[in-house]
């Protein structure tokens, strides 16, 4: 039998946590296929007439390269009575490029002046000038395919909705997009499943911000934007407010009619985080610092279990090194099998997971410390 010695108790220990390291990953996973899975997709084309006209309020802030193709999608939506641009103390040529597309009588440009009011804002402030039954605001780098807003619309209808938010394809431009947000958008989705949203008698809530399509009455009811201007995280904290106040929310999916960035570059991805996993900390300082040492862990613990079974410190401990070492590679398979399939989902090619791994795992710790 096997003396209890300090080295022994602390190899158990670590295999425990190898246990609840591989569940873990398994319970994340599970999660975002079945958030998925079960929630709704829009339908193919729509063949009926126009629906109700709709305003669509673009907040843009220093986005001359994405401006044109979002305005040009939007002028493409027959059911869009009117496109608002709020050009939100843009230090570059975003009014301008904006002010090119003037020829269509549909489009406004409107100017915030000064170092910028915020997206929450400004997209209230467009909203005061929407003259609409509905309002659908948009991500200046968003891009629909012609005929999206009718589906959105026979969709929200149909099932009696009074705001309804599209997911679809996010757009990896760069090799560190391609590593990094399949795998954040999988991390958060697994969190707060995708399907719950549209189930009234669960209390998870959020908007996707590249397409939130709102009866104008239903959110000027419950203050809009306005309401929300403080939150880090506006679109999310939109979505809790509508729930909250009793309205119908849905999010469906659409991946080969919407696409967007999700905070494009590495500067980019860690201020995205910092929006996520901030509140959550200034909220409860202790308990979203634990859950936040937690998660990052999970990252380092299966990096752990390898390296130990590599190492042969445990040779004598045949049992341990080989179930330390399954574990190890179980959790980093199911780590990039999330990954995977969320870059499935979004519509980007799969990345090499198991070797970045580590990387996702300083960098979610960077951005925590950042946090604190």
Known sequence: MI?????????????????????????LLCRFEAGFHRSPKLGGEYGGQTLHKVAAVVAARNEEKTIAECIRSLLSQECISNVIVVDDGSTDRTYEVAGEFAFDGRLRVLRLEGNGAGKAQACHFGADHADAEWLLFVDADTRLKPG???????????????????????????????????????????FIRLDYVCNRAKKSAYF???????????YMKIGGHRAVKDDIVEDRALGSLAKKS?????????????????????????????????????????????????????????????TLFLSGL??????????????????????????VRSAQRIGSKPPLLPTFHPTRGGFHLCIMVKCL
Do not use: H
């Open 3 to 27: 003396g209890l010695t300090p080295l022994t108790v602390a190899l158990y220990a670590l295999i425990l946590l190898g246990v609840v390291d591989f569940l873990a990953w398994l319970i």
């Open 148 to 190: 999206l807003v009718n589906r959105a619309l026979a969709f929200a209808e149909e099932r009696g909705l009074d705001a309804l938010s599209v997911v679809g394809r996010l757009r990896c431009p760069s090799f560190w997009d391609k590593v990094s947000t399949p795998f954040l958008f999988g991390l958060l989705n697994s």
């Open 208 to 218: 996707y911000g590249s397409f939130i399509l709102m009866k104008k009455d239903a």
């Open 246 to 306: 009793g309205l119908n929310i849905c999010i469906a999916q659409a991946p080969d009619s919407v696409s967007a960035e999700w905070a494009p570059g590495f500067r980019s991805n860690v201020k995205a985080m910092q929006r996520v996993i901030a509140p959550s900390i200034n909220r409860r300082v202790g308990l979203g610092s634990a859950f936040s040492f937690a998660l990052t862990a999970l990252f380092f613990i299966p990096l752990l279990l390898i």
């Open 314 to 339: 445990t040779q004598e401990l045949t049992i341990i090194n080989t179930i330390g070492g399954f574990l190890g590679v179980s959790s980093l398979v199911l780590g990039a099998a999330l990954s």
